[in-house]
């Protein structure tokens, strides 16, 4: 496909500017992308309630019929739950009386979803179960006659699920899961594959635009330049065998990258020299952080997996999360980690998934500079000046890059893809 070099003007209605997208295409992205609270509430309705699946949480969450998990879908408040007979289900957190949420905690357990306003109360499948005095009292009040219970249910999302992964949508017209993830979905059934336990959770406030972050798991070109404790310590290094997996439409991504397979070559040699992050002077006192093993012996020893527009899976040695990124308004975002194992881990394996959250976790010594990154690269654009970041490594086009890891390939695609749901 040939660079897409078409633009369009947008008026935002906030901010009164009109906005043209860059000629050269997706090789751009406009700063304003970033910092538009009109551009923010259009990706609500366009994005996130829009043609996507958003992940929503682990099916180990909700094991038990009657469990419930409270989340969020861009700014809209939603519940999974499990109902009776055990089928997943996903609702808009907002009673169908006067639009009070009827959950209020994180997790939980009910045989209904009970608005504390009211009573109105609503059954796991979100249908309406009870209105309190619909009926009035001594001849006076309630209902009209022609009050329809089946017509005041919650808001009702497909829910799909893969691997213990679940997943919701707004939309009826995308396709299921996993059509929609095509050959990313590989990437899932390689990791989860047996039955998981979810070992705890953070979630931290990245004073960023949601998007930041979304292009930064994309960004394999970044991970062995930024990421001291990678180069340095050969978690993953430029010159290991790797590559870069796209589904057709470009919407998701995996990469991985596996220790100990080396290749120098004289360019390698002299372009590592220049990078801080591979640093051979640097030692560890104790070294234990960094152990590992390779429980799928394949070698693989780092996989990011980024899907369209909020999910990210990772395993990165033995540590395996899953990271849920919120948006807050257009300036931050609520990034939150679920850490898990599988049921059967031992607990040795249990504890060195632990350990690597040191490294890997939100706090962690490698994923730390994700988050700082976002937020810097806000505060250097957030002013309102003109100007776009190039994203021209690997070449041009969706396909330039190939699977080489040195490469925007995937960005280029997500701005392809952002474009045509925002009609930019
Ligand atoms: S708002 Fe929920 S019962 Fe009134
Ligand atoms: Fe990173």
Redesign the pocket.
Same mark, same amino acid.
């Given at each position: 496909m040939s660079c897409n070099a078409e633009h369009t003007v947008s008026i935002s209605r906030l901010t009164g500017q009109a906005r043209t997208w860059p000629e050269e295409g997706y090789t751009r992205a406009p700063y304003w992308a970033y910092t538009d609270p009109d551009i923010y509430i259009q990706e609500q309705a366009r994005i996130f309630r829009g043609p996507v699946w958003n992940y929503v949480g682990l099916e180990a969450e909700v094991p038990n019929p009657g469990d419930y998990k409270t989340t969020f879908i861009g700014d809209t408040p939603v519940v999974m739950t499990r109902a009776e007979d055990g089928s997943l289900h996903a609702v808009v957190n907002r009673?169908a !009386?006067?639009?009070?949420m009827?959950c209020r905690e994180p997790f939980g357990s009910a045989k209904r979803l009970y608005?504390v306003? !009211?009573?109105?109360s609503f059954t796991l499948e979100g249908d309406l179960s009870n209105a309190a005095f619909s009926q009035g009292l001594r001849g006076e009040g309630g209902l009209p006659k022609d009050f329809d219970k089946s017509q005041h249910g919650l808001r009702k999302l497909r829910v799909d699920t893969l691997c213990g992964l679940v997943f919701a949508s707004f939309s009826e017209d995308v396709e299921p899961l996993e059509a929609w993830l095509g050959d990313v979905a590989q990437g899932i059934r390689r990791v989860l594959n047996r039955p998981l336990k979810v070992l705890g959770y953070d979630t931290q406030r990245i004073h960023a635009n949601w998007k930041t972050y979304h292009e930064n798991p994309r960004d394999s070109y970044h991970a062995n330049i930024l990421h001291t404790f990678y180069g340095t310590f050969g978690l993953s290094r430029q010159s290991q065998e790797s590559a870069m997996v796209l589904d057709a439409a470009g919407r998701h991504v995996y990469f991985y990258t596996k220790a100990g397979t080396e290749k120098k070559s004289a360019d390698y040699e002299k372009a590592s020299s220049e990078l801080r992050s591979h640093n051979d002077q640097l030692t560890l006192e104790d070294p234990g952080i960094l152990k590992w093993k390779d429980e799928y012996g394949d070698g693989v020893s780092v996989q990011i997996l980024n899907t369209c527009p909020s999910f990210v899976l990772h395993q990165i040695a033995n540590s395996l999360a899953t990271r849920q990124l919120i948006p807050r308004g257009v300036n931050q975002s609520d990034l939150v980690w679920t850490y898990f194992g599988f049921e059967d881990d031992d607990e040795e394996t249990t504890r060195m998934r632990l350990t690597q959250i040191n490294l890997v976790g939100s706090a962690g010594m490698v994923s730390v500079e994700d988050a700082a990154v976002c937020e810097m690269m806000q505060r250097a654009f957030a002013d309102g000046e003109e100007g776009a970041s190039f994203i021209e490594m690997g070449g041009k086009t969706l396909e330039s890059g190939g699977s080489s890891k040195l490469s925007e390939r995937a960005i280029r695609n997500f701005w392809h893809n952002y474009r045509q749901y925002m009609g930019l």
């Open positions: 009673c !009386h006067r639009g009070n009827v608005c306003y !009211h009573a109105w």
